[in-house]
């Protein structure tokens, strides 16, 4: 008991309105919390799971044609460039890239980038095909960036919806309120007409309605009483 008590006082007075407002744009914000958390997720699937799959499928794909033509031209897959190391220039290859076996390899640095790289041998020469990390970190930058907007957005369009919606919600009781607020108690009521079609307003109306009339029989009596004596 004290400890509502002391909540009560404690606690600002909110208003039903922004009660409402605040339940569904919190009730948003939730969801696009979830769905910001959930891209986050796509993101490093795609990262993971498609892009460096795209890497090493066109990687396979050049060294088989290469194979075959020597002339054929290497994949153009974004952010990337390929490297055709043959015995002669083997002793200029960075390092970095001489030291790695067959196979594809996560963060290579190289000249103080980092890159994804697959190797693949044909014969005696080497192919190389590098994917800049920083090409990776731009695009997962620009796809969080989108998200981030789209969730404004919609906390935005969100905010407006809920004040459309609480206009709607309480409309029939502002109506309420005038009307109760309209009675005189000197003179007889006009019953509220309107039907809001919520079967609490209804009930609502009819007992405030009821609580009028017996207002006014009351008021008649004592009137006809005092014409009386």
Do not use: C
């Not at 004040?163 to 029939?172: A, D, F, G, R, T």
């Not at 509220?192 to 008021?219: C, E, P, S, W």
């Amino acid at each position: 008991m004290v400890l509502d008590i002391a909540w009560d006082m404690t606690m600002p007075k909110i208003s039903l309105r922004a009660r409402f407002i605040a339940a569904h744009v919190i009730n948003v914000i939730v969801l696009t919390i979830t769905f910001g958390l959930t891209i986050g997720w796509l993101i490093e699937s795609y990262e993971q799971d498609v892009l460096y799959k795209q890497v090493q499928i066109g990687l396979d794909q050049f060294a088989e044609a290469w194979g075959r033509d020597r002339s054929i031209q290497p994949p153009d897959i974004a952010g990337t460039q390929v490297l055709v190391v043959t015995p002669e220039l083997l002793p200029t290859l960075r390092p970095g890239l001489q030291a790695l076996a067959p196979g594809m390899h996560d963060d290579v640095l190289l000249d103080g980038t980092e890159y994804f790289v697959g190797r693949r041998d044909v014969d005696d020469t080497r192919l190389y095909l590098l994917l800049d990390s920083e090409y990776i970190e731009g695009m997962e930058e620009r796809m969080q960036h989108y998200a981030i907007m789209g969730m404004l957005v919609a906390i935005f369009i969100a905010t407006l919806v809920a004040i459309w919606l609480s206009n709607q919600v309480l409309k029939p009781i502002t109506a309420l309120s005038k009307w109760v607020h309209s009675l005189d108690p000197g003179q007889p009521h006009q019953s509220f007409d309107n039907h809001f079609g919520d079967d609490a307003l209804d009930k609502m109306v009819l007992t405030i309605d009821a609580y009028a009339d017996r207002i006014d029989q009351f008021i008649a009596r004592e009137k006809s009483f005092t014409e009386d004596v």
